[in-house]
Nanobody, 128 residues
Framework: QVQLVESGGGLVQAGVSLRLSCKSA????????MAWFRQPPGKEREFVATINAVGRKTFYEDSLKDRFTISRDNDLDTLYLQMNNLNPEDTAVYYC?????????????????????WGKGTQVTVFS
């Protein structure tokens, strides 16, 4: 079991930056590839970015790769999402997700049924 807790969301004005964090309570964090998904209001959950277990490979939703950066600190059992130049279309609940892939691979992209563990999400609201 991997417990994931997101933080860092909030109500922000368009154009600013925000960094989300996802803390794992288990030391097995470094065994899992990780991902961020988001769910805009009234829409389905969608993929944002993913990173492999050792943090050397990443993959992004193409429309977000110029503004968002995924990273992780395995010493702190924490995943991050740096979001720059936010706009109202980024308004969503952001979810942290873990999935197992052998040999430090990652899925490009991971799909929702393939996720092993989810956090409960953190709300990001961007106003213009």
């Amino acid at each position: 079991q991997v417990q994931l807790v997101e933080s860092g969301g909030g109500l922000v004005q368009a154009g600013v930056s925000l960094r989300l964090s996802c803390k794992s309570a288990q030391r097995t964090f470094s065994s899992y590839a990780m991902a961020w998904f988001r769910q805009p209001p009234g829409k389905e959950r969608e993929f944002v970015a993913t990173i492999n277990a050792v943090g050397r490979k990443t993959f992004y939703e193409d429309s977000l790769k110029d503004r968002f950066t995924i990273s992780r600190d395995n010493d702190l059992d924490t995943l991050y999402l740096q979001m720059n130049n936010l706009n109202p279309e980024d308004t969503a609940v952001y979810y942290c997700a873990a999935y197992y892939e052998a040999n430090n691979r990652l899925r490009s992209p991971p799909n929702i049924p393939g996720i092993d563990y989810w956090g409960k999400g953190t709300q990001v609201t961007v106003f213009s």
